[in-house]
């Protein structure tokens, strides 16, 4: 009997000494999770959206299945898609010019001069499928916008634009190499912004745009503090272009090859209101262009026809609208054809700091309808280098009867004199 006791006795204290051990190995196991969780919490990686859902929906150490959160609902709140960050890219530039001119008095005995050429600001980027495109220019003597739109992007790529943006219409996006365009943009046919609705897609090697645009930019027909020149109201010539609509096709022949070809075509029509005689008059214009990178060469032609025919009081004279931009102003010839033939050569660098060296011929003229009318022309000899976020432009410009260049005129008038200018434009880009 007392042996039976005994037995039980150690029995029980077997038990219970198991008892200790397991509620022990239990604690344990609890203080090891405790340390995972505390070592967790101290990496500095911070945890994805998805990750943090993830979590929230998982049991904590020793919690029922049973849970407020049933097996679907935890399914549903692990396969939820996390919304992406927007893609959205801030930039600018900060240019300056180094300038001889000779037709300027004071250029000439001062052996040139220097400023400030324009400081900008720029936003592009992406949130899903919507897209924004924006930039603000600061000159010494102004300050405007560049452009500014919110688009649309397409399953097949195509692109809806709304807002301020450039004009489909002849070479794309820029009918010149250098710094100082040609022709084309100071008639407003090259690198114009105007405010409305744009459609754009590519279909192999097809690119075609659709477009239409209510006002130009500023919706403010007297205000010359703009970037693109459009129909600007001054003195007698009260005129604006409205309603304009845009066509461009384009056909790349060597599509993805080492020589592409890209031959095209556009059109542009548009009302003219005249805000003295309240009526409206008309403008069109036609485009054909051959733009070909072959190699290392690069060659652009183009022909363009516009006419404009104007809604004018008695007394104003038809022969000649007015554009204006960079806060003046200049008439041009209501009717005349356009040559531009530019031709460029991408050098091998000769340094590791130097990334780029193009170097470029840009020519182009404006033939006047008006009878012994003289003809405006201006050729840009130079070369673009690029080296990191630095781009300069060194260029040499013979100009004829241009807007810009003494008493040269774009309508009738001026003077058949080559004028010089030399341009050095350099450029920070971030």
Known sequence: MVALCAGLAGGAAQAAEQATVEALLQRIEALEARLRELEAREQPVTPTLREVRVAQTMPEPGAELTDAVSGSERLAAVEEPVSPEPEIHAGGALRFNLVHRDFVDSSEGKRGESGLDVFRLNVDGRIDNILVSAEYRFYSYMNTIHHGWLGYEFEDASQLQI??????????????????????????????????????????????????????????????????????????????????????????????????????????????????????????????????????????????????????????????????????????????????????????????WIDQITCYNDYSRLFKDEPGAIDSQINTLGCAIGSGPLFTYIDYILASNMAFFGDGSMAAGGRDEWRRRFNVNIGFYW
């Open 163 to 352: 807002g301020i943006h450039q004009v489909p219409f002849g070479l794309l996006p820029y009918a010149a190499h250098n710094a100082w365009f040609g022709v084309p943009y100071y008639l407003g046919l090259g690198d114009d912004y105007d405010m409305g609705v744009r459609y754009q897609r590519q279909d192999g090697p097809w690119t075609s745009h659709l477009a239409f645009y209510k006002n130009e930019e500023l919706n403010s027909p007297g205000d010359l503090d703009r970037y693109s020149f459009d129909l600007v109201q001054v003195d007698d010539q009260q005129n604006e272009e409205i309603n304009q609509f845009n066509a461009r096709l384009a056909y790349t022949f060597g599509l993805g090859s080492s020589c592409e070809t890209e031959v095209g075509g556009s059109g542009q029509w548009s009302e003219v209101y005249n805000a003295v005689s309240d009526r409206r008059g008309d403008h069109w214009a036609a485009a054909a262009h051959v733009d070909s990178r072959c190699g290392r060469w690069n060659l652009q032609l183009q022909g363009i026809r516009y006419a404009y025919d104007p809604a004018n009081p008695v007394g104003v004279d038809s022969a000649a609208v007015r554009v204006g931009a960079f806060g003046g102003s200049y008439g041009i010839a209501s009717e005349a054809d356009v040559a531009v033939a530019n031709l460029a050569y991408n050098f091998e660098s000769p340094v590791p």
